[in-house]
């Protein structure tokens, strides 16, 4: 793993980089690996990690049909918690949130993880109450939680509209202080690097065309670079999920949405916690560089595209300053949209799929960012070892035939998952 002194540091500075040595290699892909990857965002590097890492399986390769991160890591609000009410999801967030706690220790590089809080505002007695059962599941489940009352909220966040004059009266709130956020595409460069290092491959720029499959296993992949044959593939694709397992002729219980951000143009800092209001459908919290990011509910519609319509900038917007109505002469500087999967309980899969050899990641919903170490670690078990992670057990495939769901639509601040 590359370490760089301080005088390192400075010489590169100096020399504009032109002698900086590159994080992780461009290597020429093999014709064959033990395990193919597909998808070089959080998820698929992180779980190319943790195959070395914790099961010793290095001949494997990431294969990115852009660039490391270019999908849906680089497109989140990057927000990391592990504040749900049902036990399959509380626990396994909560091994992810452990993880975060180390992570640029173990990986030897700053995530730049900040856990500045996580505060869910209730702005009716029923919200309030359904915050004080999910609070009082994750203390029981042995997760910080704390119930804020109108008072609490006003010293915690002073710019917020706590006033009798307010569109939407606070009533209270329910703060996880360990939440907050991490910088999204550190968090796959650190992976890169630490995959890199472990002597996993890792091929930019090469797009999976298809699945070959001989009667019931996987036998390879095709790329626009040629056949990879392999025992194993993984997909981790986030919203391509029914698009790459479609090449095998499987349907997943998925749809696709857009779900789009924005950020203002930056300003002192003004907000130290992760806001959400899941009556308003926005959340809010602000950068490191003194941007505010904003972000609401998907765009209704199917969609592969990265980019989305209007009328869901202008109702984060619009209920954004119902909040905060000092932001409102802030000017928006930039939006973007991600691709998202959405299964029909709100929770993701981790799941080997009906043919041998072939194993899927995705379906996140609203929650893939802060999942990433978790998600790399149990779905590396997974892939190693042809068994589901005791933390995802009940995150397979098969709970939508035998109705054994994970129903924790309520866990994010959009109006699909009410």
Known sequence: MIKYSGLALARNALTKHQNWPAAWRNPAQKSRYDVVIIGGGGHGLATAYYLARNHGI?????LEKGWLGGGNTGRNTAIVR???LLEPNAHFYEHSLKLWEGLSRELNFNTMFSQRGMLNI????????ALMRRGNAMRLNGIDAELLSRADLMREVPLLDTSSQARYPVLGGLLQPRGGTARHDAVAWGYARAA???GVDIVQNCEVTGIRRQQDRVTGVETNRGFIAADKVAI???GNSSVLA???GLRLPIESHVLQALVS?????VLDNVVVSGALHVYINQSDKGELVLGGDIDGFNSYAQRGGPHILDHVIESCLALFPTLSRLRMMRSWGGIIDMTMDGSPIISKLPIGGLYLNGGWCYGGFKATPAAGWCFAHTVATDQPHPLTAHHSLERFSSGRLIDERG?????WLH
């Not at 209730?122 to 109450?129: D, I, P, R, V, Y």
């Open 265 to 269: 143009e930056p300003v002192k800092p």
């Open 82 to 84: 592990s504040n749900y």
């Open 196 to 198: 890199d290092g472990a």
């Open 236 to 238: 981790c694709v986030a």
């Open 411 to 415: 866990a994010g601040s959009s109006p």
């Open 122 to 129: 209730a702005h009716s007695n029923s919200e309030l109450t």
């Open 58 to 62: 290095t001949n494997t390769v990431v």
């Open 246 to 248: 479609g090449m095998t």
